[in-house]
């Protein structure tokens, strides 16, 4: 969800721009339907999310949320992590964050025959409202987490009210992302699309091999993200605090 951070972590080439940005609609072992170097930057997202998981930083970040919306804590620090980036934008980057914003809605409009119908309209709201650089503004990452909560399966549910964690902890989000961004920047600056599609390969026969009882179960235990095929399954991810699978599994793909 935080649309912002992936962009620019998957530098500058353009292929791994739009896999960076449309890394959380996309399910399943890679290259799927994707075209090569698009699917390399889905794999990339996936190597940041899994990179942010296990770093200190991000995780006393998840930590500081309170008890009650624990549950959605990584999701919420993803945004949080996309205000701080917007706020901090001329230590990150070298170009204005209008234009590497406006670059970045024509990628996704020049790709959209790779989204679904859902998800073109939502990069069409995307462009429209400047997604990327509203996210300045705490308020609007709090409409985004409470319109989120919306589009989850359960309801009521805990999400909304979310910036009222950012803002009663504002300045230790802002040292952990500190922390946390330039380590991103130098894990991200080492990803290798050749080395990542070997892998993706050698994956996939492995889980393949492993999972020749079991079908489904076997890849889905292997691969770097949950396939959710149902309901039931879209609810379990939702109780792990998946919410990239829950919504967009489900609701947007």
Known sequence: MNFLAHALLSGPDPALRVGGLIGDFVKGPLPGALPANIAAGVALHRRIDGYADTHPAFRRSCA???PARRRFAGVMVDM?????LARHWASFSDEALDTFAAASYRLLSDHGHLLSESNRAMVAAMRR???LVSYRSAATIGYALDRMSLRLRRQPNA???ALA????SYPQFEADFLEFFPEAQVFSATFSPAR????TVSDLTDALSASASSSLSGIEARCPVILCIDKNAAD???DAGRLDVAVTSCDWV
Do not use: N
């Open 64 to 66: 500081r949320v309170g």
């Open 80 to 84: 949080f992590y996309d205000h701080f």
């Open 129 to 131: 409202h400047d997604w």
């Open 159 to 161: 999400l909304p009210g």
């Open 165 to 168: 964690e950012l803002r009663g």
């Open 196 to 199: 990542e599609a070997a892998a």
């Open 236 to 238: 379990k991810a939702e």
